[in-house]
């Protein structure tokens, strides 16, 4: 697989106050699979570099790539990559990467999506992966955020929720026509386990505790793929 290639940033659009889409033109792009991710690598004006990984929100299309990324208070890259570098300058990244975390249409069977906060992005590829396939696999998105300001692709989910299950639920901050009051996931909140192909992703501790809560419901341990943020 070639090395770091060089990535112009063409777009970037809020999700929330803190989470950004940001779109990359990247020459030759080889393509992707719904899950992988890049590793974004910045360069200062005295060499010092920088590199962490971001998923790819959306599935491969042409030289065109699409990241999803939440501003993390303090951190080094984040916050940069979310507000400040310039529409028009340019990264490296190298990928894609990741082999497990991945979900293509041609997988039978149901799939069960489970995201906490900013975990929605490569989950967001694999829903809009199967929403453009043919494939009538039963798909069910579970979305843990604080609050109704916190949900990404808030549009695109409302339209998606028209042809498969998308169910949010909110930690801290429930609006008044949530269907369950604010806290964290229980095993109320998981559909029966039905074979399902499962695919978490969020902070650690969202993921460890959702894993277990599958693991409870009777779901097979190498059905459960799951992606930590940090
Ligand atoms: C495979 C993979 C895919 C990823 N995909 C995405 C993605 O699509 N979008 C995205 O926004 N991030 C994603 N991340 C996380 C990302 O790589 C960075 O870790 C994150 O952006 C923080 O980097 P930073 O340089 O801003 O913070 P750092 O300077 O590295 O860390 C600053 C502080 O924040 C803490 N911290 C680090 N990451 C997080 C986090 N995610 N949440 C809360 N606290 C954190 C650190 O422990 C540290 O205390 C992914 C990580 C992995 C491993």
New binding site residues.
């Given amino acids: 697989m070639p090395g770091w290639r060089r990535a112009r940033l063409t777009e970037r659009t809020d999700q929330t106050a803190t989470g950004r889409t940001l779109t990359f033109e990247v020459a030759r792009w080889p393509g992707h699979l719904p899950g992988q991710?890049v590793d974004v690598r910045l360069t200062a004006a005295d060499g010092y570099q920088?590199v962490?990984?971001?998923?790819l929100?959306a599935p491969a299309d042409t030289d065109r790539i699409e990241?999803?990324?939440?501003a993390?208070p303090?951190?080094?890259?984040?916050?940069y990559l979310a507000d400040d570098l310039p529409v028009d300058a340019e990264v490296e990244v190298k990928g894609p990467l990741?082999g497990w975390f991945v979900w293509t249409p041609e997988e039978p069977g149901p799939l069960l999506l489970i995201a906490g906060g900013?975990g929605i992005?490569?989950l967001m590829a694999m829903l809009r992966a199967r929403l453009a396939s043919a494939s009538d696999a039963p798909c069910t998105l579970l979305y843990s955020v604080r609050g109704p300001d916190e949900v990404w692709y808030a549009t695109e989910l409302d339209s998606a929720a028209q042809h498969t299950h998308i169910r949010r639920l909110y930690t801290r901050l429930a609006p008044a026509d949530s269907e369950r009051p604010a806290g964290r996931v229980t095993k109320l909140d998981l559909p029966p386990a039905e074979g399902s192909r499962c695919y978490v992703c969020g902070?650690t501790g969202f993921v460890e505790h959702v894993s277990a809560l599958l693991l409870g419901a009777g779901h097979a341990p190498d059905q459960i793929r799951t992606?930590?943020?940090?």
Avoid: I, M
């Avoid at 962490?52 to 998923?55: A, D, K, Q, T, V």
């Avoid at 990241?67 to 939440?70: D, M, P, R, W």
């Fill in positions: 991710h920088a962490r990984s971001y998923s929100a990241l999803g990324v939440q993390v303090g951190g080094e890259v984040s916050p990741g900013s992005v490569p902070p992606e930590r943020f940090g």
